[in-house]
Each structure stands twice: as C-alpha cells, then as structure tokens.
C-alpha cells in the first residue's frame, strides 16, 4: 500500500490509547490486590477475569495474525480463566507484562513496512493484519471500559 504511514500512525495511536480511549497501564495502575477478584452485585466479572480475558484474546489476536499454525482456543470458554481470583500472587504481574508484550508485538507488527495492511492474511478466510488490529483495539477499549467502572464500584 503506497502512502500508508498516516494510516499506520493511526492504528499506533489506537493501539497505544490515544484519544478518546482509555489507557491500560493507567486503568490498572495500583489495583488494590485485596480487589481483583471483588465482583460487585450486578456485575459479571472480576478484574482478575477481565485482565486475564484482555490478555488472552489480545494474544489469539496476535498469533492468528502472524502464525498460519496457531489454533485458537475454544470460544468463548477458552478465552476466560478458570477462576474469579488471581491463582496466587505473582499471576496479576504475569498478566500484566502479558499483555504489554503482546501489544508491543501488534504494534511492531503494523508499524513494520513490509506488513501488507490490506492483504487476506494466508490462513484465514479473509481476514486482513488490518482488521486484526482494528479488533484487537476495539476489543480492549471495551473491556478497559468495563475495568474502569468495576474499578469505580469497588471504590478504589
């Protein structure tokens, strides 16, 4: 695609939660420990469970994108964890690095010239690195949202 750098500093932008959407490291920035796996009435996840969801569909996103071999896990079950609460102390930290290392590589990805934005990614069926990202993005604003007000309701 000829002139696409605007385009992809947008999709950087996206990713990196310019604008109108919310920031991961600032949504999750000093979450009480004794909080991620509080659920309020009403709601239904914790943030353990919301952390973990982020992590988990961010990186199927990214090793569909870039791995003809990789087998997504079952939908939707496979995309949540197993538990309400983090499994012990170092696993919140776990996640978190996670998910920073796997936007980095989107990121990466869509900033590297030789990514054909628009092209049919191989092993899909019509998927493009394009709409890969676009729903990478989407998706994680739309939890960070559901994050920051379980964060609100929680009072922390």
């Known amino acids: 695609m000829k002139n696409d750098r605007a385009l992809r ?3 950087l932008d996206l990713l990196r939660s310019r604008d109108a959407h919310l920031d991961f490291d600032r949504v999750i920035a000093g979450w009480p420990v004794r909080l991620r796996g509080g659920k309020p009435a009403g709601m239904p996840h914790t943030a353990w469970q919301l952390l973990e969801h982020l992590r988990i569909a961010q990186w199927d996103i990214l090793e569909f994108s870039r791995d003809s071999k990789h087998v997504s896990p079952p939908f939707p079950e496979g995309l949540w964890p197993a538990t309400e609460a983090p499994p012990d102390k170092a696993a919140w930290g776990k996640s978190v690095q996670a ?4 936007l980095k590589a989107i990121a990466k990805l869509v900033a590297a010239p030789s990514t054909d934005l628009l092209a049919p990614i191989a092993h899909g069926d019509g998927q493009t690195i394009l709409r890969e990202v676009l729903l990478a993005a989407d ?16 009072g922390a």
Not at 99 to 102: A, C, I, L, P, S
Not at 140 to 152: D, E, I, P, S, W
């Open 99 to 102: 998910f920073r290392r796997d």
């Open 9 to 11: 500093q947008h999709l």
């Open 139 to 154: 998706h994680n604003a739309y939890h960070l949202g559901q994050l920051f007000m379980l964060r609100r309701l929680l």
